[in-house]
């Protein structure tokens, strides 16, 4: 099968329409994105609505980070155009990012502050209502209550991961972005994942996230994209693939 003939065609086999909400949370319309003249987006087209958890996959290099980043806001694209909400990134950068939150690679995080100190300092940034409360409240709910007064330099690699999704989640955003958001974590952590992306979406939230763990992606997704040198090549309704067929085709896009 020829991958690359099922990129963005509803007609294909390998492509199915999913019967959506009318108006998308949020919109990408022909994005590309270059650094020093080498295109690492080319034309990315997607909508993703209300209560949808998409998986992105492809091998590193594809474009996957940068997509996200260039969702959240945190580089610019290099054409096309992105809303959220109905909000354009570009003219209303701002707002947006009140209704984005990022797990990341990178925390975000300050090492020299306590992880309460580091929750409300970004309950302020977001204009939080009673951040302090929301604050105390998170760090309970990723089960860091115990340590909400310890540096976050003290941190193992878990507990900043759950830290994160605390900040990620403290402003109750309508759009979560995930970059392999297991990243250092247990098996209670991922049941806690499992958990809040419940939580999330049962809040008419969505979320985008990358993983390279197949079975993962096909568990916890509704949608499964597949990247190959900055283009969608595949995409296709989680309900409609097993395993084995999505073992197949992420092999033969990615080689």
Not at 68 to 73: C, H, K, P, Q
Not at 145 to 159: D, I, K, L, N, Y
Not at 166 to 190: C, K, S, V
């Amino acid at each position: 099968m020829n991958i690359q003939s099922t990129s963005q065609s509803s007609s294909s086999t390998e492509n199915e329409t999913v019967s959506s909400p009318a108006i998308p949370t949020v919109q990408i319309t022909n994005l590309k994105k270059s650094f020093t003249l080498r295109p690492i987006l080319r034309g990315i087209s997607l909508e993703i609505y209300q209560g949808e958890r998409i998986a992105l996959l492809g091998a590193n290099g594809t474009g996957k980070t940068t997509l996200l980043r260039t969702i959240a806001g945190l580089t610019q694209p290099g054409k096309g155009i992105i809303t959220i909400c109905g909000l354009d990134s570009t003219r209303d950068a701002q707002q947006i990012r009140r209704l984005v939150g990022f797990v990341a690679h990178q925390p975000y995080l300050y090492e020299e502050l306590t992880a309460q100190e580091n929750l409300r300092f970004f309950a302020r940034m977001y204009a939080v209502e009673y951040g302090t409360e929301r604050a105390r409240e998170l760090l309970q709910r990723v089960g860091l209550e115990r340590h909400a007064q310890e540096r976050v330099s003290t941190f193992s690699r878990g507990m900043v991961q759950r830290l994160a999704w605390a900040r990620a989640l403290l402003h109750a955003p309508r759009l979560l972005l995930l970059d392999e958001p297991d990243t250092g974590m247990d098996q209670q952590g991922h049941e806690l994942i499992n958990t809040l992306l419940d939580e999330h979406t049962r809040q008419g939230g969505c979320t985008l996230f990358t993983t390279h763990q197949l079975e993962r992606a096909l568990q916890v997704s509704d949608r499964i994209i597949i990247l190959a040198a900055g283009c969608i090549v595949f995409q296709r309704s989680t309900a409609t693939l097993n395993l084995e067929t999505l073992q197949r085709i992420y092999q033969e896009a990615t080689r």
